[in-house]
Structures are given as structure tokens and as C-alpha cells.
């Protein structure tokens, strides 16, 4: 009875386990179906390319073709090209996007993507192009961006010399869409920053020094220790996760005791030879002063503890009094801030510098930076179209549509001029992140060859939205009070201008893009687990054990080989000297 | 096994045919079986290939054959790298407390809660104990780090009121705190978890034996002595050799959640170190070779384990 009832479950199951084995190998074998077409409709463009030149030229194909995109940063208000821009966009080319953005460590997936052969169409990898370039998954673009790309020629100018990859291998392997072209920049968002109720307290005295910057937040901590419900309010919060301890902790060591900002390395402007930026006397002093700051309790315990989202959160909570760190790191915070309507718990920058002595370097010009580009795989059905498709980006009407948005809709010509309606305005300052989503303005900055601030088109518009007159529709009235106490309209002018510096011949030595089995590469890693691990010691330390600490740091790096590392960076930052200098 | 080889004798004359035969019998558990030695075989042993990496430079989109051979010269940076040796100290020490903890805790644990005669009572503790297991490392990590914070931070706040500390103790700075604070929220989050296994073996206890005991005159604790130990024993020794065959890849989701750049020194294992220096700089091969150094002294803890325990209880699971 039971063996014959039982029977047929049994052929059921065995069934079923054996199908979902055979399914499981069929979707293997799809796939490699899939990518052997997709290589052998690569091979048939490539030839096709140039006779199909001239075709092209006449009717420009529009039928839809759908693009993967990958990119390094993230873009959390991505919308699947269902926003109004993206739109309009797929209107015009055809394209439609189908982006992946890095979620964690993006280094990390892209040794995934350059180990795994199968890439996305269109793929921006910041500084890990090389690990790219080296498993050959992207292609050299001089000859589509000669033949099909007038925009992106006509904005790039010579500056696309910068673009080639080495000395050796002269090829475009990015096209550089991070740097922007004939760029004034306008919004200072870094320095040091401080909440507006700390300045108006103190009357809104100077803030130059690590000193003065001290001195407001020591004179509101005594008298406001605690907020209204009894919470403790912070001195200066610093942000330390991973990483964050670049932007909030290191790279500011080198901005206020005058370096300009080149990653890890202070060069030298005349021979280009480069120290692990850390080894300068210099910093030892102003690490000297946080390590000051954490001994009378103004800096905030937890700063090498908590994690990125404690941060923000802290920051949130407006008890934060100071912070030094970019505007792009704290924002989601700040604006938290704003929609709860503390206006005087937002910050503002100041240029603070060790000592007088020294001038904050935000703004030393870097010139076209090159380095940082978008580039397209190996495996893209249609480099042609793709190409094109960047190219209108890189068009006034592209650039203009993604900075903008819609003519009408998000901002109107009036006299001639490009003005946001008040109510668009409203709602980009205060419901900026459902404003951004519904619309995309901005998500195609990082695609796109672009100008910069300052860069005005034919009609005598800005490119941007980001100029003066602009930029102060944007700012609370708080905010405004604050500048006007010191006789500035926006934060940049508060700080030392780019014509007090001599432009850099090299661009940004951050955005040298190392190959990642070279030893600098791994001696560099090495100096960073040390950095991270010496400068919360030496700050939590007790001031008499502070030299102490930081001899035993420096003995560390020098063990572990920095002056090997040190020797092999400037090698690379005198071949991209010579590599730009030549046009 | 000596025992049934002689009457096996007679069978092995045609062992083909009684193969085959056995074959038709079972070929149902047979077919059953299928999928999972497939499986097995696809992500178990295929992978193994790519070991081949740690002995080449491997560069990819190159295929097998253009790869340049190094030899063992990843092997050799491996072992000349102070970084690594740490990481292996503090894996060891890492899982060895984990192991320790982890082990002694849930069958304690598990007797005391078999002990308790209220039923509700013992459904409910059950029930709560195990609930952090449900919980993901990331919301976990996130509510230790809450709870040992110097801001507000319950323990802190615990600990002043009972004037046990004068000034708050800034739990997640100190590196030799570190391996504790990982320990003790493996234990909060898992004990409860690894209980269910114990109870359940404990259940499978005849009645009759605790009832004999009693009539005997044995106490509470004679019974679990006498009954309960040595009725789950084969349960423990089991459990505890797969632990150990775990030893070595404790992964590194914790140590990478709760660590912070000031702990580094005891919170690096070797799975961080592989991400760190291997995958994320691209250096496939090196990454590759740790993972190989990974598996073989698994393999050697493992037997090693058995071996010791063969001797001393006459089991063996391998």
C-alpha cells in the first residue's frame, strides 16, 4: 500500500531535483551563446565602422539600443532613466542606460569586472582604469572621438593631449569627463567648517587660524554645553571610516599648512619630486593641534571609532559645532538639518591654516585635470552609437539639458538669460532629493565632457548653475547673514583666490592612475594601514607622549620602505609632466 | 569493520553483478543523490582549478596558456610579510576564543534550559535567545558599537551610574579589547542558535534512564552528569571537529564591521588581508595564494582534530 503511493512522489522529486540541474546548466550555456554573438557583432561594427561613416552621417540612426553602464560613484537618485532629462536624452540618441553603480569598495568590482570578461558597455573607472587597460577590456577612442565626435574635440581642444594613458601606450583609453574645461571655480565647499549660532555668538569675529577656529568653539562650548535636551554638544567631529579619514582627517593636514591637494604626496612645484606627504615638519604641528584639541576635550571621542552613517547622523542632530570636511561628505546630514529647519545649525567654510603664515589651498588651479574619464568596453555592441551618444553630452544642448534641465519646465529664458523659477528653486533647496530624482539634472555630470563654472556659452549664459549670482538663491537666510558679517556674498570669497598660486603642470597628482601589482601600489598600502593606524594614536595620545608616538610612526615608515615609494611616485609624476608638456 | 568483512566474503566473488544489482535495488536514492554530488562537484572542486593563479602572474582577459609561471614567488612575499603573520595571529586567536566560547556556552546553555520545569518559562527564554541570530552582522555591528559608544552609550551609561568607572571607557579604541568584544558578540548573537542542535539531542534521551536515575536517588546534577553529558556526547564531538575545520575561515564580516583603523592590529584576519592586499589591488594570484595557505592548514586542523579525537573517544566523522 504505502510502496505504491509512494512511487510516484519519489519519480516526482527525483524529477524535479534533475530538471532544476538541467535548468541550471541550459542558463550556463545561454549565456555563453550570448556573449560569443555579442563578440561576433563587435568584430562586424569594427570592419563596418568606417564604410558605414558616411551612412550614419546622413540619417542619424535613433532606434532604441540599450547601453550597461558601470560607474564608480554612486548615484543614489538614479532612476532608471525615468526622470525627465533621461528623457529627453533617449529622445535624442536612441540610448537608454541600464547603470550599475559600486555599492562598498569600487576598486574592488572593478578587479571583478577586469577578472570576469564580462563587461559593461560603457564603464567609468576613475583611477582603476589601468587594472581595465591591462585585461584589455577597453578600447583606444582617438579614432572615434576624431571621426564622430566634433563636441567632444571642440570642448576638449588640446586639452585632450591629457587624456593619453602613458609615455608608451599614447592611447585614449577614458575620455576625461571629471575635469572640467575653462572651469572658475565658485563654490568653496571645503576648508574648515563651523555651525552659524557658533560665529554669531562669538560676533562674528576673523577665522584665519587652527587658533581662531579653536577659540569660537571653545567660547560656545562654555556657555552652551549642553542642547536643549540635555544632550552634550561636540567641539569638532572628525570622519574617520575608512575611507572618509582621507577627506576629514589626513588632507587637510596638507591644505592649511600650504600644499596643494595631491592624494597622499606633497610635490614639489619646481622638480616634481614627491615625500609622502605626512614626513613634512609642517603637519606634525597641526596633528600636534588636534592632538591638542582631543586633550581639552573639543574634539569629539568618537572620531576614529564611529562609523560613516554615526557620523551623519551626530551631524544631524546639530550638536556638532565644527567639522573639517567637504560638503559632499556631510551633506545628507546638513540637509537634514534644513528640512528641520535649524538653519543656524548649518555650517559654513573658512579658510583656516596652521598658522598666518600659511595660505589655505583650495584653490590652487590644477589646470585641465585630464585623469578621471569614462571609456567604453571591448564588448560594446555599437562603439559608433556610443560614442555618439557622448558626444551630444558633450553638446551646449546636451551640457545645458543635464545642468539645467528643460527649457520651460525647469528654467526659462528671460532677456536673454537663463533664470530657475522661484518655485523650481524652492523646491531644488528644500525637497532637493525628490526634486533631483523626478528630474535627473545633474546625474550625467561625471558622463559628459564638460565646461566648468565660470564658462559661459554663445548666448553669454553660464554653462553651470553654479555662479555667484545664482549660488546665493541657494543659500538660507542664515546663511546670507553670516557672509554678510564678513563682507563676502558667496564662501569662496572668504578664501585665498587662484590667481595667488602658480598653476600645476601636472593637474592633480591624486588622479595618477598607479597599476596595481606595481610595488608603489602596494608600498602604498602598506604606508596608508600605518598612516591610519599612527595618527589616531598620536591624536588620542596624551600630549607628553605625542613626539614619542610620532617618532615611532616615522621609524615605521621609513621600515616599511616609504623612501622606495616616494622614489617610484615621482618617477610617475615627471612622465605625466612630460607627458602633458608635450602636445 | 573487521567484524563484517567475513561474512562480506562470499559476495565479493562477483562484485559487478552484486553492484549492479544493488545498483537497480537503490537507483532511486541513486538519482536522489545526483544533483548534489553535481553540485558539490561544480562549486567544490571545479574552483580548484583556478588555484592554478597563485602560481602565475596572472593578468586577466589573458587566457590559461599566456600567463606567465612564477613559481612559488607570491608564497615567498606571502611569508616575508609581517601584515600576514598578524592576520594569522589574529585569526587564530580570533577563532580559537570564538571555538572556545562558542561551543562551551550554547551546551551549558542548552542543559540549564532543559533544566527548567516551567514550560511557557522556557519557550520564552528560548525564543529571545535565539533571535539575534535573525539579525545581519551590519545591524548587529552597528547596535554593539551604539552600545559601547562613549556618547550615550548604554554599557558606559551602566557602568558610571554604578561607579564602577569615573570616565567613560572608549570600548572600540582598545586593541586588546577587541578580540573580547568580537567573542562576546558571536556568543550574544549565535548562543542561542547553536542551542536547538543541543536540545534537540538532549529530547532524543530516554525518559527511562532520568527515571532510573531518580529512583536511584541521583540529584539534578548527577542526572546531567551521568545522563545528559554522555547522552549528546556524540552530538558535541561531532560539532566540535566541523568547528574546527572552520577554524581558519572565520570570513571577516565581523572583524570588519566592528574594526576601526585603531584596533587594525587585532582586527585584520586573513580573509581582510586577502581582500586588502589582494583582490582590491587586482593582485588576483596573491590573493589566491593565501587562499591555498587558507585551505591547507584547514585541511591539516581538521585531520589533526580527528586524529585526537579518534584516539581519545574512538570516533571518527571522517
Not at chain 1, 172 to 195: C, D, H, M, R, S
Not at chain 2, 7 to 30: I, T
Not at chain 2, 145 to 165: E, P, Q, R, Y
Amino acid at each position: 500500500m504505502t510502496r505504491k503511493t509512494a512511487k510516484p512522489y519519489v519519480a516526482l522529486m527525483v524529477l524535479t531535483l534533475l530538471l532544476s540541474v538541467l535548468a541550471g546548466c541550459g542558463g550556463g550555456n545561454n549565456n555563453s551563446k550570448n556573449t560569443a554573438g555579442n563578440t561576433g557583432t563587435e568584430a562586424a561594427n569594427s570592419t563596418n565602422a568606417a564604410a558605414t561613416a558616411e551612412a550614419t552621417e546622413a540619417a542619424e540612426d535613433l532606434s532604441p539600443l540599450t547601453l550597461s553602464f558601470f560607474a564608480e560613484d554612486p548615484n543614489p537618485n538614479w532612476n532608471n532613466m525615468k526622470d525627465e532629462v533621461s528623457t529627453v536624452l533617449t529622445e535624442k540618441t536612441g540610448v537608454t542606460l541600464d547603470a550599475e553603480f559600486a555599492v562598498g569598495d569600487p576598486q574592488q568590482k572593478i578587479a571583478l569586472i577586469a577578472a570576469g570578461g564580462e563587461y559593461p558597455d560603457i564603464i567609468s573607472a576613475k583611477a582603476d582604469i589601468g587594472k581595465l587597460v591591462d585585461a584589455g577590456a577597453v578600447i583606444d577612442l582617438t579614432e572615434l572621438i576624431d571621426k564622430y565626435a566634433p563636441n567632444i574635440k571642440r570642448v576638449l581642444g588640446d586639452n585632450l593631449a591629457r587624456a593619453k594613458y602613458t609615455n608608451e601606450d599614447q592611447s585614449i583609453y577614458a575620455i576625461p569627463t571629471w575635469a572640467a574645461v575653462n572651469e572658475k571655480k565658485f563654490v568653496a565647499g571645503g576648508g574648515f567648517e563651523l555651525q552659524h549660532r557658533v560665529l554669531k555668538e562669538a560676533g562674528y569675529p576673523e577665522i584665519k587660524t587652527v587658533q581662531d577656529y579653536e577659540n569660537v568653539i571653545k567660547a560656545y562650548l562654555e556657555k552652551h554645553p549642553t542642547d536643549e535636551n540635555g544632550n552634550k554638544n561636540i567641539g569638532v567631529s572628525l570622519n574617520a571610516d575608512d575611507w572618509h579619514m582621507y577627506i576629514s582627517v589626513t588632507n587637510p593636514a596638507v591644505a592649511t599648512t600650504g600644499g596643494s591637494d595631491d592624494g597622499e604626496y606633497f610635490i614639489d612645484q619646481e622638480t616634481h619630486e614627491a615625500i609622502y606627504h605626512f614626513r613634512r615638519p609642517e603637519e606634525k604641528e597641526y596633528f600636534r593641534w588636534l592632538n591638542h584639541m582631543n586633550d581639552i576635550g573639543l574634539l569629539d571621542k568618537e572620531s576614529f571609532v564611529q562609523k560613516y552613517d554615526q557620523y551623519k547622523a551626530k551631524v544631524a542632530t546639530g550638536r556638532v559645532l565644527g567639522l573639517i570636511d567637504q560638503d559632499w561628505d556631510y551633506n545628507d546630514a546638513q540637509q537634514a538639518l534644513k528640512t528641520a529647519g535649524k538653519f543656524d545649525q548649518t555650517y559654513g567654510h573658512y579658510p583656516v591654516t596652521l598658522t598666518s603664515e600659511y595660505k589655505e589651498t583650495s584653490f590652487w588651479p590644477t589646470g585641465f585635470m585630464g585623469g578621471y574619464g569614462i571609456s567604453i568596453s571591448t564588448t560594446n555592441p555599437d562603439p559608433v552609437r556610443t560614442i555618439k551618444f557622448l558626444d551630444y553630452l558633450a553638446s551646449d544642448e546636451g551640457q545645458i539639458l543635464n545642468n539645467w534641465g528643460i527649457e520651460g519646465k525647469h528654467y526659462v529664458v528671460e532677456n536673454g538669460k537663463r533664470v530657475v523659477p522661484a518655485e523650481v528653486q524652492d523646491r531644488i533647496n528644500n525637497d532637493n532629493t525628490a526634486f533631483t530624482k523626478e528630474t535627473g539634472i545633474g546625474f550625467y555630470w561625471n558622463m559628459m565632457v564638460h565646461y566648468g563654472d565660470g564658462a559661459k556659452d554663445s548666448t553669454g549664459n553660464y554653462y553651470t548653475k553654479n555662479f555667484p549670482e545664482q549660488l546665493v538663491l541657494g543659500y538660507s537666510d542664515v546663511e546670507k547673514e553670516t557672509l554678510a558679517a564678513y563682507n563676502a556674498t558667496t564662501w569662496k570669497d572668504l578664501f585665498p583666490k587662484e590667481e595667488e598660486f602658480a598653476e600645476k603642470a601636472y593637474g592633480a597628482a591624486w588622479n595618477i592612475a598607479l597599476p596595481g601589482e606595481d610595488e608603489v601600489s602596494i608600498l602604498g598600502n602598506k604606508m596608508r594601514d600605518i598612516t591610519w593606524k599612527r595618527i589616531p594614536q598620536a591624536i588620542l595620545a596624551k600630549p607628553a607622549e605625542f613626539d614619542k608616538i610620532w617618532d615611532d610612526y616615522m621609524a615605521d615608515l621609513e621600515k616599511a620602505g616609504v623612501k622606495k615609494m616616494e622614489e617610484g611616485y615621482t618617477k610617475y609624476v615627471q612622465d605625466r609632466v612630460e607627458l602633458w608638456s608635450a602636445k | 569493520m573487521k567484524a563484517i568483512t567475513p561474512a562480506m566474503k562470499p559476495e565479493l566473488k562477483k562484485p559487478a553483478s552484486r553492484f549492479w544489482a544493488k545498483f537497480r535495488q537503490q537507483k532511486y536514492l541513486y538519482m536522489m543523490a545526483v544533483p548534489f554530488v553535481l553540485w558539490a562537484f561544480v562549486f567544490s572542486y571545479l574552483p580548484l582549478w583556478g588555484w592554478m593563479m597563485a602560481f602565475q602572474k596572472y593578468k586577466p582577459g589573458k587566457s590559461f596558456f599566456e600567463q606567465k609561471w612564477v613559481g612559488l614567488q607570491y608564497f615567498r612575499e606571502l611569508f616575508q610579510d609581517e601584515q600576514f603573520f598578524n592576520a594569522l595571529r589574529n585569526t587564530l586567536a580570533m577563532s580559537l576564543m570564538g571555538l572556545l566560547a562558542g561551543f562551551i556556552i550554547p551546551i551549558l546553555f542548552a542543559i540549564l534550559l532543559n533544566e527548567v520545569r516551567l514550560q511557557v518559562l522556557k519557550r520564552f527564554v528560548q525564543t529571545v535567545s535565539y533571535l539575534p541570530h535573525f539579525v545581519s552582522w551590519v545591524v548587529a555591528a552597528g547596535i554593539i558599537t551604539k552600545m559601547l559608544s562613549t556618547d550615550n552609550g548604554a554599557v558606559n551609561d551602566l557602568l558610571l551610574s554604578l561607579h564602577i568607572i569615573s570616565e567613560p571607557v572608549q570600548f572600540m579604541a582598545k586593541g586588546n579589547l577587541f578580540w573580547g568584544i568580537v567573542t562576546a558578540s558571536d556568543v550574544w548573537k549565535e548562543t542561542g542558535w547553536n542551542t536547538i542542535i543541543y536540545l534537540a539531542a538532549i529530547s532524543g534521551i530516554g525518559p527511562e534512564l532520568y527515571e532510573a536515575a531518580r529512583v536511584d536517588g541521583a540529584s539534578r546534577l548527577q542526572q546531567v552528569r551521568n545522563i545528559t553529558l554522555p547522552g549528546i556526547r556524540a552530538t558535541i564531538v561531532i560539532l566540535l571537529i566541523i568547528s574546527i575545520g572552520h577554524l581558519i575561515s572565520i570570513g571577516f564580516e565581523k572583524q570588519f564591521l566592528l574594526g576601526n583603523n585603531l584596533v587594525r592590529d587585532y582586527s585584520q584576519t586573513l580573509d581582510l588581508y586577502a581582500l586588502n592586499y589582494g583582490l582590491g589591488m587586482g593582485r588576483f594570484s596573491f590573493g589566491t595564494a593565501i587562499n591555498i595557505f587558507n585551505s591547507v592548514v584547514s585541511v591539516i586542523l581538521l585531520f589533526t582534530a580527528n586524529g585526537i579525537f579518534k584516539k581519545i573517544t574512538k570516533e571518527s566523522i571522517i
